[in-house]
């Protein structure tokens, strides 16, 4: 598990880091720029954030605010020094909040908020053969076979965003331009319920009229043979008359008589 801890205060942070030296987690502490711990949650896999209430530059709860706007499923740790209304930022953080350590903590106060965190699932995405996503090995089940589709857009983009217009045009072409702002929309729905009844809230990030899949939250068989290389020869999601132009590209950068292995995910 991969957490960050912000505080102004060095004292603090000596204290914190033996606890989870022994632990096992990966642990990076910012003191003088708390602005660099919430880039590090926009661009890395962060499963936690200890953050002090009481800083100089930012205040820890804004602060969570801002990383949970980049991270909707990151777990927010609150240090203070002081009594807090812990129902109030409770309110304010939502279930994100796993927990308050009050200064001065022990080893015990905070493996205990640090154990009952729930590790980030294993996620892959298969696109060769069909296309279907796994938790921990298992299939996730969509409900809707158009946010199925439009998570299999997400995926061939590779991490770009996909504008609505888009989506539209490539998973509802005969559709007029309302009428087809109501069937995205409708997806983008229906696609937000299965990730959050899955824990996958990160997993894709949704903007005005565009989305784009969160590559630091999964795993992917295309993009390990665009990143690795090797030799195709699968089909690639074959039930999707947009991905020809990918599946032709991909037989003509890397097809060979030889398929690429990738491990069994089912």
């Not at 068989?221 to 020809?244: N, R, V």
Request: aromatic share 8%.
């Amino acid at each position: 598990m991969k957490i960050i801890v912000v505080d102004d205060e060095a004292a603090a942070l000596e204290t914190f880091l033996p606890i989870v030296t022994d632990a096992d987690f990966t642990c990076k502490l910012f003191r003088d720029d708390p602005m660099a711990a919430l880039d590090t949650v926009r661009t890395e896999k962060i499963d936690a954030a200890v953050l002090d209430i009481r800083m100089p530059k930012i205040d820890g709860v804004t602060l969570a605010e801002q990383m949970l706007a980049a991270d909707p499923a990151l777990n927010i740790i609150l240090l203070s020094a002081y009594p807090q209304n812990e129902t109030e930022l409770r309110a304010q953080l939502g279930d994100r909040l796993a927990g308050f350590l009050y200064k001065p903590y022990d080893a015990a106060q905070v493996n205990a908020i640090l154990s009952a965190l729930t590790p980030a699932p294993d996620v892959r995405i298969r696109t060769f053969r069909a296309f279907d996503v796994f938790i921990n090995g298992l299939a996730v089940r969509f409900d809707s076979s158009k946010a199925k589709e439009l998570l299999a857009l997400l995926t061939d983009a590779n991490g770009s965003f996909v504008a609505m217009d888009e989506a539209i045009d490539k998973l509802w072409p005969n559709k007029d331009a309302e009428h087809g702002k109501r069937l995205y929309r409708d997806a983008v729905s229906r696609l937000k319920l299965t990730l959050k009844q899955n824990g996958l809230e990160r997993l894709v990030r949704f903007e005005r009229a565009q989305a784009a899949i969160d590559a630091r939250h999964c795993s992917c068989d295309l993009w390990t043979l665009l990143e690795q290389g090797g030799t195709f020869h699968e089909s690639y999601l074959p039930q999707y008359d947009w991905a020809l132009e990918t599946d032709a590209a991909l037989h003509a950068r890397f097809g060979g008589s030889q398929g690429i292995a990738f491990p069994a995910m089912s």
